[in-house]
């Protein structure tokens, strides 16, 4: 605006300034959310990945300022300029030392346990992450020093404001590009943005002393003894507990709102967003406006605000639990709408407390880098408190309130009330907080999905959420989160885990150990009963899983727990360090969409089982195709093959297993072998009553090799897309009929199988009933009952001993009878046909018990109620029936 002269060149300049730092600010939250990520990589916790970076990004921040906040800085837009190429340069670099640092920690602190490890990797990542945290805080001082010297004024909350603001953008950036590129691109995307505007800032500096437009000389620059004004000591150490409160809040409304939404990048991203664009919002408005007056209603305002959101916390579950949106960009916005609802106002009211507390200084600059560096180190530590303090010690909800009642006691503190009213303040919130300081039920968070459900156990750390969950019928059921539902001692669900340790036992010859990476309830582990001399390891990182699998289904697991050792451990942090070898590992089924978990699908850690395994061991690693669709499944299997060339495919229900053998694959010799060391029994007791062949009818052939991307470690690929799956069923009828392209024919697994021509007639049957049922799933899907009706029938015929088709055919014959209204004895016999020929299936039972019943068969009914508790030891009412109370059982809790 050269028109204008000085005033007019100032103006630009002030422009320029506030664009570049908004610019700055996004590029800053962007790291941070990219960094959480790498974090989580290390951890494989997404709860850890928050605290840590956030702390060191807060710590980071506040040393920075309070470095650089220093009068008489010269040249601020060059140190700008420097600071923000350089940390450009540290995250364009970050993906290459990552990696090597975890090694280098690995081999330091492993010897010392899981604990140390920790503990090594938190200060480790912490410094690392910190060094380029603190050149992005000290551009805050930076940018007021510029400020000042355009005798600009408001430009204490204008500057952190509009900064905000654009790290509101900052934070949704990642949204967009990790789908997209990936967590090392995404990272590299942004860095080359970082750098961008560290020119950006080059140039304003050059422009600036070349420009013809100096300031005059009689207009003097600001300059202000910052010792004569520094803020009182109480002042600084109520706005550092006020930034430490507010960030416990942070993490604690990140792990609460992620129990009700989507727990992903996705949500943590909105959280942030979210939290930022209240606090900018808050400090424009309160630069702008003087609202002295109302400084003394702010406090009380925000913590009600926060109690009220707890309080309602199950309508709002109960919202959330109702679908909203076709697709993961709308349930996005309904959801963002909602934490705005939920959120907004209190973060809004942290920021107008930022620039009310410059005003009231005389020199509002310097103090408010103060405060702002006050502020950004009680963040740090309040997420580290919360994150190994007080979410394991008070819980989610403990920790929201105990937030709450800082935030009231804080800020009062500087507003200067008299002292009994800020005592009685907090006692008021603690006594409203004490009424929401557990969390509600699962029923009432999940009042849809658990209805007439009871807590029996919960437990919380910083890695998860635990809960055993009672159902009406007697079922428990296993919670990791809230809605990852693990296991459960439903009787199909049972068939289905134990299977996941009879498959990868029954493929090898002879085993003498297995490793399972995962316990869950412990009914995989179940699974192996079938071998007396077997020894047992498992490795499962969650103490609230171990505790719930060895004292609430040990009615289902028998006492395999107590057979078994198992390692309190992260799957990769125990493979790194363990010299133990085993002739059979298990992956168990994880959930690839949650952050850091694709790590344990990728190819490191499939090279680390590979490494464990003796000469002629198998690593089975088990995939839930629920949870993907057709590409992701296909990078897995690339990954896979490319550690284990020789790798195989079984299909359970819907369940793929991966068998990698760590030579060469071994097939039917290898079963026939391991049978020939078992008497009958024990045979049948391996096979889960279905018999071996049945088992190789499930066989899928060899995994196909194919060209793309593989799932690495720090470069992973499927984690930012399978968010998308649950809004795209149709994905699963896809790769079901994908999968069925791909098998081989009959003639060509039984030769890939090694089996001999006295098989080869009972295989084909097995291999086809299978086939008939996969594709009687998908005409189910897409609506085609009466096709499906007659694969099932087709499959039993062919091979009555597979469980699966038992299933199929016992359900639809219930269920047409139930059409039929067929007097009560004729309804009997044929239940009880289908009682003697499918014993296993409780539902079955179940009927036929009843209707017993009703013949007044007592002698029969009796029998059938004894060999359904053996079927489902946990079915309330055959229990409450041995009460003499007929349907109406006892609140049976062990």
Known sequence: MPWLGWPGSILSEMLGILALYGLSGAVGLAYEV?????????????????????????????????????????????????????????????????????????????????????????????????????????????VLAAWRQRRASQGLGMVYGVNTIGAVFGALLPVILLPWLGWVHALQGVATMGILVGCGWGIMATVEESSRFSVPDNVSVLSVDVRSSRPETKLLWAYGLMGMAALSLEVAWTRLFSLLFLRTEYVLALILAIFLSGIGMGSIIGARYPLQRVRLFLPWLASGIILAGLAVLPWVAEWAESPHGESLF??????????????????????????????????????????????????????????????????????????????????????????????????????????????????????????????????????AITQVVERPDGQRLLLTDLQRHDASTEPTAVFVQRNQGELPLLLHSGAGRVLFLGLGTGLSLAGTEGYPKLHRDAVELSQGAITAASQWFQPVDGDVLGQSTIYADDARHYLSTTRNTYDVIVGDLYHPDLSGVGALLSREQFQRARDHLNEDGLFVQWLALNQLDSSSLQVL???????????????????????????????????????????????????????????????????????????????????????????????????????????????????????????????????????????????????????????????????????????????????????????????????????????WQTDVLRTLWHLQMEQQDRDGAEMTRQALLQSSPLDREARSEKNGSFGQGPNFRN
């Open 34 to 142: 990219l960094w959480v990520r790498m974090i989580s990589l290390q951890f494989g916790i997404s709860v850890f990945g928050v605290v840590i970076t956030v702390a060191a990004f807060m710590l980071g921040l506040g040393l920075g300022a309070f470095l650089m906040n220093r009068e008489g800085v010269k040249h601020p837009l060059r140190w700008l300029s420097a600071l923000e190429v350089g940390v450009g340069i540290f995250s364009l670099a970050l993906p290459q030392i990552a990696p090597l640092e975890q090694n280098l920690l690995m081999k330091v602190f492993s010897p010392y346990g899981i604990g140390i490890w920790h503990a090594g990797l938190t200060l480790v990542s912490m410094i690392l992450l910190m060094l380029p945290a603190m050149a992005l805080g000290a551009g805050f001082p930076l």
């Open 637 to 839: 299997l690339r990954t896979f093959r490319q550690v284990f060339p020789d790798a195989r495919l079984f299909l359970d229900g819907m369940h793929l297993a991966l068998v990698g053998p760590r030579h060469s694959w071994a097939g039917w010799p290898a079963v026939e072998h391991n049978l020939r060391q078992l008497d009958p029994s024990q045979q049948a007791k391996v096979t889960g009553g279905e018999g071996a062949m049945t088992w190789m009818g499930r066989y899928w052939g060899p995994i196909p090799k194919t060209v793309g991307s593989l799932q690495e470690e720090w470069h992973p690929v499927i984690d930012f897309d399978l968010p998308h799956v649950k809004y795209q069923p149709e994905n699963l009828d896809a790769l079901l009929g994908n999968l069925l392209e791909q098998r081989p024919t009959a003639d060509q697994a039984a030769l890939q199988l090694g089996l001999g021509s006295d098989q080869k007639i009972q295989f084909e049957k097995a291999y086809q009933a299978t086939h008939h049922l996969v594709q009687s799933w998908r005409d189910r899907m897409t609506g085609r009952e009466g096709e499906a009706s007659r694969l099932v029938r087709l499959a039993f015929e062919l091979n009555p001993a597979d469980h699966w088709v038992g299933y199929a055919l016992s359900d639809e014959v219930l269920a047409q009878m139930g059409e039929a209204r067929l007097p009560a004895v004729q309804r009997e016999q044929v239940v009880a046909k289908l009682a003697q020929r499918f014993p």
């Open 330 to 463: 709308q349930a996005l916005l309904w959801q963002g709408g909602m934490l705005v609802f939920l959120t907004l106002p209190v973060t809004f009211i942290f920021g107008l407390w930022f620039p009310l507390l410059g005003q009231s200084s005389d020199n509002a600059s310097t103090n408010g880098v103060l405060l702002y560096a006050v502020n950004s180190v009680g963040g740090a530590i309040g997420a580290l408190v919360t994150g190994f303090l007080w979410l394991p010690w008070t819980g989610t909800a403990g920790t929201v309130v105990l937030s709450a009642a800082l935030i009231l006691g804080a800020s009062l503190f500087w507003t200067r009330p008299w002292k009994p009213v800020m005592g009685l303040g907090v006692l008021f919130i603690l006594g409203a907080g004490g009424l929401l300081w557990h969390l509600p039920s699962a029923q009432r968070l999940l009042p849809q999905t658990l209805a007439g459900s009871h807590d029996l156990y919960r437990y919380e750390d910083a890695i």
